[in-house]
């Protein structure tokens, strides 16, 4: 992530968290304070929370023993039915192109909630860093980013989205002021993204990059925009979402906005 030229200071800071990078570019008045330090750590603190709770690598956490039948949702924290109530209201919204519970090839199924938990959880953690006064952030979970700006004459976070064909190339830069965006695609994770509805890795796009309010519903509209192939951009522009779609013989498809060079 980068950021045009600011009269303020600009701190990074960068952990190892639910097994990616979580980094954070914080500037403004709490910028290298033990107050920003703190919420830092209280971020973090927030996403390993998270991780316990949901992720489907640790056999304790409860979203695994959901998975294996050992607890029900009520035996689980409040927090596992609010995100699967997400989950599902997504489901619905995208026509089944969104899903937790996915057919694999051998006719199982499934119980996957990461397509919306990470962006969940980032959201959560930024709630922390909003209480620094006159203090700017952009918090990226894996290339997935939450930015927000307090002061009217700072300068856009500029976000540059991944060349699919060449990741250490720049496709194109996406400003954002407050908000999210998040990425969908194979390039990094290989074919990890599953059609809930026919259990096949969709191929229509290389990646998909939306631009929403919050990051839980940029990385849900980013998979769902994936999985839904060319209906995807008019699917987009119905919820009023930005997005920049490229397909694998690198043409691109805009929504929403023209992306900086």
């Not at 927030?46 to 640790?58: C, E, G, H, I, P």
């Not at 409040?78 to 694999?104: H, K, Q, W, Y």
């Not at 509805?197 to 919050?214: E, L, N």
């Amino acid at each position: 992530m980068t950021r045009a030229a600011a009269p303020r200071e600009l701190v990074r800071r960068v952990e190892q968290v639910m097994g990616m990078p979580i980094s954070l570019a914080l500037a403004g008045r709490h910028a290298g304070t033990a107050e920003g330090d703190a919420a830092w750590a209280d971020a973090l603190a927030s996403l390993r929370d998270a991780d316990a709770v949901f992720s489907t690598y640790r056999a304790d956490s409860w979203v695994s023993r959901l998975g294996s039948g050992e607890v029900t949702v009520a035996d689980c924290p409040a927090e596992v039915a609010e995100v699967l109530d997400r989950a599902e209201v997504a489901g619905r919204e995208s026509g089944g192109a969104f899903g937790v519970r996915l057919p694999g090839p051998d006719g199982t199924t499934t119980f996957d909630p990461s397509g919306i938990v990470k962006g969940w959880a980032v959201d959560r953690a930024a709630e922390v860093l909003r209480r620094l006064d006159d203090t700017d952030f952009c918090l990226s979970a894996g290339g997935d980013l939450v930015c927000s700006t307090t002061r009217e004459d700072a300068p856009d976070w500029r976000i540059g989205v991944e060349n699919p064909a060449d990741p250490t190339q720049v496709v194109a830069v996406v400003p954002v002021r407050n908000g999210a965006v998040a990425t969908s695609g194979l390039v990094h994770r290989g074919a990890h993204i599953v059609d809930p509805r026919t259990g096949s890795t969709p191929t229509t796009w290389a990646s998909v990059t939306v631009r929403a309010p919050t990051l839980a519903d940029a990385d849900i509209d980013a998979t769902a925009a994936f999985v839904l192939g060319d209906a995807a951009p008019a699917w987009l522009r119905s919820r009023g979402r930005s997005a920049l779609l490229v397909r694998p013989d690198g043409t691109s498809t805009t929504v929403g906005f023209a992306p900086a060079g």
